[in-house]
């Protein structure tokens, strides 16, 4: 009967992916629709930028905080993990705030709250202070993708939320990319203290424009038209109006898909970090890198990331339509991305030059890229009314990953006396986690 349920699942993601040659198009039936619903995803993609800047800037700048406070390699550790122990607490409350304030409350107090914490970093005096700035930038950026996936639900048809979805992820790149070439740059010419503080300053901005302009809903707003209002309601489901039920925690906890689905995404994750939390270092450290260049480098893997977000969400929908089948086109492409990082890793471990280096790792990055996209439309093809919760399991789990790597950094470091082990230690999580996908049958095993 599972089998049954997932082989329609399976069939009616295909009929989606195959609905458009290109998902941003829109038929000629609504050639007249108003487009607000793409400016809300520009608002979207622009506050996922800043968050990103936000919480990578401190990678960059991590060897001149340290010096200057007087930090041994291990309290930056805590201090990059901090961010994300609270970015994993605090997923569901804030998914919860969401819920009861509504996005046009809630976004803008995510973000206005995580833009003081990064100015308070500017005036923190020790690792007390520090830890305590970066763990509530954490909290407050929890919510951004709860509520943002939320809008997008709302604001979007059926036929185009994966593809929006992958839009959305490829600004973390955009903001890990621009955000690491821009503070290389700015600290040329201020102190790490005023770069936190101008850091600050775009999401206050965006939080007061878009409480005013933005609406909950596709009706609440004044500028989109019936023609729009009809586009976004194709293929939507009828609501069902029976209260539901309590949320099966337990059995979401010990599926089989639901336990492969959040273990590999605590080794994606924890492998992903690498990039915004010790890489500028490792430049540093290894290659004789200095702040500026190092800050240029680190941009290119976020850019490669976000090309793979796009990448990897065209391909696992085409290999759907081709197939049908859900194994092939969401694990098989998130495997085969796995296996391509992993060897592009070893590639770039014997080369001297950092930038030759740094490209060869970009490549790995574009390939480990390809597997976010299969993921999250995963948590959609199987969890039905449980999306929400498999997607939560699913991202803390990945949080959680984010939080050990950056502290097992120094302590491998401490313990070989080199970067060596580091960067295996890199390559074999992208193995493990590929492994980790083929522990479940997407075909078979439902949620």
């Given at each position: 009967m599972k089998q049954d349920v997932n082989i329609n699942l399976a069939m009616d993601a295909a009929s989606l992916a195959t609905d458009e040659s290109f998902p941003l198009l829109d038929r000629p039936a609504y050639a007249g629709a108003s487009r607000v619903r793409h400016t809300v995803l520009v608002w979207l993609c622009i506050a996922t930028t800043i968050a990103y800047i936000d919480r990578g800037c401190l990678s960059v700048a991590e060897k001149l905080i340290r010096a200057d406070l007087g930090l041994t390699e291990s309290q930056m550790g805590l201090v990059m993990s901090a961010f994300f122990l609270a970015?994993?607490?605090?997923?569901?409350?804030?998914?919860?705030?969401?819920?009861?304030?509504?996005?046009?409350?809630?976004?803008?107090?995510?973000?206005?709250?995580?833009?003081?914490?990064?100015?308070?970093?500017?005036?923190?005096?020790?690792?007390?202070?520090?830890?305590?700035?970066?763990?509530?930038?954490?909290?407050?950026?929890?919510?951004?993708?709860?509520?943002?996936?939320?809008?997008?639900?709302?604001?979007?048809?059926?036929?185009?939320?994966?593809?929006?979805?992958?839009?959305?992820?490829?600004?973390?790149?955009?903001?890990?990319?621009?955000?690491?070439?821009?503070?290389?740059?700015?600290?040329?010419?201020?102190?790490?203290?005023?770069?936190?503080?101008?850091?600050?300053?775009?999401?206050?901005?965006?939080?007061?424009?878009?409480?005013?302009?933005?609406?909950?809903?596709?009706?609440?707003?004044?500028?989109?038209?019936?023609?729009?209002?009809?586009?976004?309601?194709?293929?939507?489901?009828?609501?069902?109006?029976?209260?539901?039920?309590?949320?099966?925690?337990?059995a979401l906890a010990t599926n089989r898909a639901v336990l492969g689905l959040a273990l590999q995404q605590f080794f994606r994750a924890a492998a992903a970090i690498f990039y915004l939390s010790w890489f500028p270092t490792y430049l540093h450290e290894t290659r004789g890198v200095g702040v500026w260049e190092a800050g240029l480098l680190t941009s290119l893997p976020h850019w490669t990331t976000m090309l793979g977000c796009l990448a990897g969400g065209w391909l696992s929908d085409r290999v759907l339509a081709t197939t049908g089948k859900l194994r092939l086109a969401r694990q098989g492409v998130a495997v085969a991305s796995m296996l391509a990082a992993t060897v592009s890793i070893g590639l770039a471990y014997p080369i001297?030059?950092?930038?030759?280096?740094?490209?060869?790792?970009?490549?790995?990055?574009?390939?480990?890229?390809?597997?976010?996209?299969?993921?999250?439309?995963?948590?959609?093809?199987?969890?039905?009314?449980?999306?929400?919760?498999?997607?939560?399991?699913?991202?803390?789990?990945?949080?959680?990953?984010?939080i050990l790597f950056p502290i097992l950094v120094p302590k491998l470091v401490a313990l070989t006396g080199s970067w060596d082990a580091v960067l295996a230690f890199f390559a074999a999580i992208h193995i493990v986690a590929g492994a980790c996908w083929l522990l479940f049958d997407a075909d078979r095993d439902a949620i």
């Open positions: 970015y994993a607490l605090f997923q569901m409350p804030a998914a919860w705030l969401d819920h009861v304030w509504g996005s046009r409350r809630a976004l803008p107090f995510f973000s206005a709250s995580w833009s003081v914490a990064t100015g308070i970093c500017g005036a923190t005096n020790g690792v007390a202070l520090l830890l305590l700035a970066r763990f509530s930038m954490g909290a407050a950026e929890a919510g951004i993708f709860p509520a943002s996936t939320g809008v997008l639900s709302r604001w979007y048809p059926v036929s185009r939320r994966a593809w929006v979805s992958g839009v959305l992820t490829s600004f973390m790149g955009v903001g890990g990319a621009v955000g690491a070439a821009l503070t290389g740059t700015i600290l040329v010419y201020v102190s790490w203290r005023w770069m936190f503080m101008l850091y600050a300053v775009p999401g206050l901005i965006w939080a007061l424009g878009f409480a005013f302009w933005f609406r909950n809903t596709p009706r609440q707003h004044a500028s989109v038209n019936a023609a729009e209002l009809a586009l976004i309601s194709e293929g939507a489901k009828p609501v069902d109006h029976q209260a539901p039920g309590p949320i099966a925690w337990r001297s030059d950092a930038r030759l280096a740094v490209f060869i790792l970009s490549i790995g990055a574009f390939c480990a890229a390809l597997a976010g996209p299969c993921a999250y439309a995963l948590t959609m093809d199987l969890g039905g009314r449980n999306t929400p919760q498999v997607f939560g399991i699913m991202n803390t789990a990945g949080a959680v990953g984010s």
